[in-house]
């Protein structure tokens, strides 16, 4: 695999780097988490690359995509990074959509795409339940046709910024008798809905960033049903690999390893930086180590992307170590801002960027932390992608 740059490459990355300092509000910047931010401002940088024709790189171009090469997708996600841009919601950009532009009808793809494109509606997952998260398979959420509508009864949990979503795509049971996963199907359920609520859910970092939803008698149109009843586990799994695949955040780690060894160097030990001992210098090299094997990993799956292969296997193993790498970085950033990184934490209620006393490195230290927890569990747990790896990779 040749991921040397042409002079085609490097123009297109010169048009990028140019396009995003030139375009991307900088008021954002200084944001760290959604839970920091407002609706629009979660958006802002979406409708942004919608008007450029940039915001679905991954997609086939037929229903929007750019076209471009797989070195030029791996620019992309470099400069961004490069940037610390926000990144984009994943739900209906990297999750939904590819489902819907899959398995959908030609109706819903002409109903739903043009709206995660241009971010008018906006999406949630409905997935997880409680005694149902990494067993997803054993999830309650029960549908039952009646006529020309799907009655939905259930309770989701873990619904990712759901207090702004317009539609969720729902995992539920159309078939109580079939093994587990043959009775489940894929439905699209509209937010406003009657019999629908949503209750925050507050996490550690002191963000509402999840929820619980519960379903009570909720009529669902069928013509909602993407593919074929008792089929939504295929999907379900296709989702999946897209999600886990995008989890790993290669691009992102790089920029944040820059960051904690800029943090390294300024914190001192005996008056000398903190990077330049022994022990912290060796746990910063294993990182970018480490990192560097999972880019390679990252990069070869692109290529058989690229040539019409889906996510396989090995988007079990770039979740796992990608997220490993995401949590091992905030563990050593937190470690390198030592004290700092107690009082950087907000002080009662969350309304910005309102920390108490503390170098400005050291903002967001905790939260990130708090927040990176989660995950080694979203998207299937890391101890679930093992049995997944040691199933279809090794034959166990």
Same mark, same amino acid.
């Given at each position: 695999?040749?991921?040397?740059?042409?002079?085609?490459?490097?123009?297109?990355?010169?048009?990028?780097?140019?396009?995003?300092?030139?375009?991307?509000?900088?008021?954002?910047?200084?944001?760290?988490?959604?839970?920091?931010?407002?609706?629009?401002?979660?958006?802002?940088?979406?409708?942004?690359?919608?008007?450029?024709?940039?915001?679905?790189?991954?997609?086939?171009?037929?229903?929007?995509?750019?076209?471009?090469?797989?070195?030029?997708?791996?620019?992309?996600?470099?400069?961004?990074?490069?940037?610390?841009?926000?990144?984009?919601?994943?739900?209906?950009?990297?999750?939904?959509?590819?489902?819907?532009?899959?398995?959908?009808?030609?109706?819903?793809?002409?109903?739903?795409?043009?709206?995660?494109?241009?971010?008018?509606?906006?999406?949630?997952?409905?997935?997880?339940?409680?005694?149902?998260?990494?067993?997803?398979?054993?999830?309650?959420?029960?549908?039952?046709?009646?006529?020309?509508?799907?009655?939905?009864?259930?309770?989701?949990?873990?619904?990712?910024?759901?207090?702004?979503?317009?539609?969720?795509?729902?995992?539920?049971?159309?078939?109580?008798?079939?093994?587990?996963?043959?009775?489940?199907?894929?439905?699209?359920?509209?937010?406003?809905?009657?019999?629908?609520?949503?209750?925050?859910?507050?996490?550690?970092?002191?963000?509402?960033?999840?929820?619980?939803?519960?379903?009570?008698? @909720?009529? $669902? +149109?069928?013509?909602? =049903?993407? %593919?074929? !009843?008792?089929?939504?586990?295929?999907?379900?799994?296709?989702?999946?690999?897209?999600?886990?695949?995008?989890?790993?955040?290669?691009?992102?780690?790089?920029?944040?390893?820059?960051?904690?060894?800029?943090?390294?160097?300024?914190?001192?030990?005996?008056?000398?930086?903190?990077?330049?001992?022994?022990?912290?210098?060796?746990?910063?090299?294993?990182?970018?180590?480490?990192?560097?094997?999972?880019?390679?990993?990252?990069?070869?799956?692109?290529?058989?992307?690229?040539?019409?292969?889906?996510?396989?296997?090995?988007?079990?193993?770039?979740?796992?170590?990608?997220?490993?790498?995401?949590?091992?970085?905030?563990?050593?950033?937190?470690?390198?801002?030592?004290?700092?990184?107690? @009082?950087? $934490? +907000?002080?009662?209620? =969350?309304? %910005?960027? !309102?920390?108490?006393?503390?170098?400005?490195?050291?903002?967001?230290?905790?939260?990130?932390?708090?927040?990176?927890?989660?995950?080694?569990?979203?998207?299937?747990?890391?101890?679930?992608?093992?049995?997944?790896?040691?199933?279809?990779?090794?034959?166990?």
């Amino acid at each position: 695999m040749d991921m040397s740059f042409s002079p085609q490459d490097l123009a297109f990355r010169d048009e990028v780097r140019t396009f995003i300092a030139e375009n991307y509000p900088k008021d954002l910047k200084s944001r760290r988490t959604r839970g920091e931010m407002t609706k629009e401002e979660i958006l802002t940088w979406h409708r942004i690359l919608y008007k450029k024709g940039w915001v679905v790189p991954h997609w086939p171009v037929e229903y929007g995509g750019t076209g471009w090469t797989i070195t030029q997708r791996y620019i992309w996600n470099e400069e961004n990074a490069r940037a610390e841009t926000q990144a984009l919601l994943p739900f209906g950009l990297s999750m939904v959509g590819p489902v819907i532009y899959t398995f959908g009808n030609e109706e819903q793809k002409k109903r739903f795409l043009p709206g995660i494109l241009s971010a008018d509606v906006w999406w949630c997952q409905g997935y997880s339940e409680p005694g149902a998260g990494s067993d997803l398979a054993g999830l309650k959420t029960r549908a039952v046709r009646e006529g020309d509508h799907y009655v939905v009864n259930g309770h989701k949990i873990w619904t990712t910024l759901a207090q702004y979503a317009d539609w969720m795509f729902c995992l539920v049971r159309t078939d109580a008798n079939a093994k587990a996963q043959e009775g489940i199907s894929f439905l699209l359920i509209d937010m406003k809905t009657p019999g629908i609520t949503v209750r925050p859910i507050i996490t550690m970092d002191g963000a509402h960033e999840v929820n619980e939803v519960f379903l009570e008698d @909720v009529k $669902v +149109p069928a013509e909602n =049903l993407i %593919g074929e !009843e008792n089929k939504g586990w295929t999907y379900a799994k296709f989702l999946l690999g897209n999600e886990r695949s995008g989890i790993a955040g290669v691009s992102r780690s790089k920029k944040a390893i820059e960051r904690l060894k800029s943090i390294a160097t300024a914190e001192l030990v005996d008056g000398s930086p903190l990077l330049k001992t022994d022990e912290f210098s060796r746990k910063v090299a294993e990182l970018e180590i480490d990192l560097t094997a999972l880019e390679v990993t990252e990069l070869r799956t692109l290529a058989a992307e690229s040539k019409g292969a889906g996510p396989g296997p090995e988007a079990s193993i770039l979740k796992i170590k990608g997220t490993e790498i995401q949590q091992r970085i905030t563990e050593l950033t937190l470690e390198a801002v030592g004290n700092y990184g107690h @009082v950087n $934490v +907000p002080t009662g209620e =969350l309304t %910005g960027n !309102e920390f108490v006393a503390g170098p400005d490195y050291s903002n967001g230290s905790a939260q990130n932390y708090f927040n990176m927890r989660k995950t080694s569990i979203y998207g299937g747990s890391n101890e679930i992608q093992h049995n997944i790896i040691a199933k279809m990779v090794l034959g166990l």
